[in-house]
């Protein structure tokens, strides 16, 4: 039994699109598109040439959704122990059956069937609204977004592969309907503590389902904003990370050497330059089944779900309910700190912290001055001569007898090796963002006034026009490269380590 008919908006213009016939890689059945924003409107790729996209009803979106909604309310109500994907199973069943409604009345006003196309786009639209992220959804599932940027309700932007920024369309119909979505997704149920967003707590930080991190502000602000960063590289090796141009071969070979040589490496460089992909890689050099721990805000390294290691004990911080105890501190609130300690007793091979931005670091390097090696963290900073100034900087974050000649020492005895990327963005004008890695410093000790000192391992290669990292001198631990396999005649290469093959510049390195 039906029960009451929906009725479409008749002047819905429908394209068919991607993939249509199979519905690959969509969890919920639907089919699935790749689109790239252009002007405003969302197309699809089709082999590489842009195609229109259908445009979905969005009354009939809400008026299907509405009614499974109910639905589902009902059957987890009835049967509470309901597993998460059995509701998602008997959903796709229900919307199926409305979707079918709509089509019908569809039929009767125009006087013409809407296209298996337009009926799966629906359906797809429904599920997204009440399983994942919405109209937001479109844009996790496209491989070439780097970035998406809502800045209220009616204005979204996407940073697209390559370097493009285009406009997309609006993600909701009011600031409103926003804001129900971004509270949706922070209930969520994906195994990260629950975050709010409230006037109490105007400000979100959470990973998505997809493993996106999502970073959102209110009240404080004139409208509601929100930046997703997507990992559009998860599962990456150091062989990946070649091919994507990020190290060369030559610099792949040594930083896995590094990590199996238990070296303790510190990853440095500015917002979205790699870091955090390039520690993903360096991962993969770990034996599958050595036990390590990640210790993250939000869950990034994804170590512990790759399918390659096996022994992995992932933490993950834990934000306060907003509420202050007796002693000061933030009820609930579990921090990177905290879960530093916990793991220095839990007798694991190596840490590994996605990125120190507090007095995190001081435990970090604790754990390296006590003979624990091949730990691995990544760092904030501009530029290479800055690291063990930003070093500074977090210590004197700490409470205690902490101190700039401390963190120096300690830096100096704990850090092994420095590795510096960046990101070269020439976008604006006409170009691309380019991610490499510039600089491998051997940390040699303490040297004058009390600061670490470094042997330049790999430097670019100015003098040849080269901005990427090029070998320059063997480290003073090559032995116990050589022990793990590394084939150190690979650092006399210079150039030739890339393989002779210039970075694609518009503007070249004199």
């Known amino acids: 039994m039906r029960g009451r008919p929906l009725h479409p908006d008749p002047t819905v213009r429908v394209t068919r699109p991607w993939n249509t016939a199979t519905g690959d890689g969509d969890p919920a059945g639907y089919p699935r598109s790749r689109s790239v924003a252009t002007d405003g409107a969302v197309q699809h790729q089709v082999l590489g040439q842009a195609v229109p996209t259908l445009v979905v009803d969005r009354q009939a979106v809400a008026a299907v959704k509405d009614r499974v909604a109910r639905q589902v309310t009902a059957f987890r109500k009835t049967t509470p122990s309901v597993s998460a994907a059995s509701v998602e199973q008997r959903a796709r069943d229900w919307i199926n059956e409305t979707v079918a409604e709509w089509s ?16 799966a786009a629906l359906a797809r639209a429904v599920f997204d609204e009440l399983f994942r992220a919405g109209r937001l959804q479109q844009h996790l599932d496209n491989p070439q977004v780097e970035n998406v940027f809502v800045n209220g309700p009616h204005e979204v932007w996407l940073d697209l592969a390559g370097g493009r920024r285009e406009r997309a369309e609006p993600v909701a119909d009011s600031e409103e309907e926003l804001l129900e979505l971004l509270r949706r997704l922070a209930s969520a149920d ?45 599962d990456a090796d150091l062989g990946d990370m070649v091919r994507l141009g990020m190290v060369s071969h030559t610099l792949a070979a040594f930083l896995s050497a590094c990590v199996k040589a238990e070296k303790n490496v510190l990853i440095a460089g500015p917002q979205a330059a790699g870091k955090t992909s390039l520690m993903r890689a360096m991962l993969k050099e770990i034996d599958p089944d050595e036990r390590f721990a990640t210790i993250e805000t939000e869950f990034e390294l994804f170590a512990h779900a790759n399918g390659f290691h096996r022994q992995v004990v992932a933490m993950e911080a834990r934000e306060s309910n907003g509420e202050r105890g007796p002693d000061g501190r933030l009820v609930g609130e579990i921090t990177l700190m905290d879960l ?70 300690q830096a100096a005895n704990g850090l092994d090796f420095i590795v510096f990327v960046r990101m070269l963005d020439e976008s604006k004008i006409g170009g691309q963002r380019h991610r490499f890695a510039t600089h491998v410093l051997e940390v040699a000790g303490t040297g004058e006034f009390g600061r670490p000192a470094t042997n330049a391992i790999f430097t670019p290669g100015e003098e040849f026009g080269e901005v990427r990292a090029v070998p320059r001198m063997h480290p003073s631990c090559i032995d116990d490269l050589r022990r793990v396999g590394f084939p150190d005649h690979l650092l006399n290469q210079g150039y030739d380590s890339w393989a002779g093959q210039p970075l694609a510049l518009k503007v070249a390195t004199p």
Not at 194 to 210: F, G, I, Q, V
Request: one cysteine or more; hydrophobic letters at 40%; glycine letters at 8%.
């Open 190 to 234: 994906d195994g990260q503590s629950e975050r709010t967003l409230t006037t109490a707590s105007p400000m979100l930080a959470l990973r998505l389902a997809d493993g996106s991190r999502l970073q959102a502000v209110t009240e404080v602000s004139p409208r509601t904003y929100v930046t997703i960063r997507r990992h559009r590289v998860q």
């Open 104 to 119: 019908d009345a569809a039929a009767a006003e125009r006087g013409i069937s809407p296209t298996p196309a337009e009926d």
């Open 340 to 409: 530093m300690y916990r793991a220095l007793r839990m007798s694991l091979s190596r840490i590994v912290v996605g990125e120190v931005r507090g007095p995190e670091i001081v435990a970090m390097l604790q754990a390296m001055t006590n003979g624990q090696g091949g730990n691995l963290c990544t760092l904030h900073a501009s530029q290479p001569g800055v690291v063990f100034d930003r070093i500074a900087e977090l210590y004197l974050l700490a409470q205690g007898n902490m101190s700039e000649q401390l963190a120096y020492r």
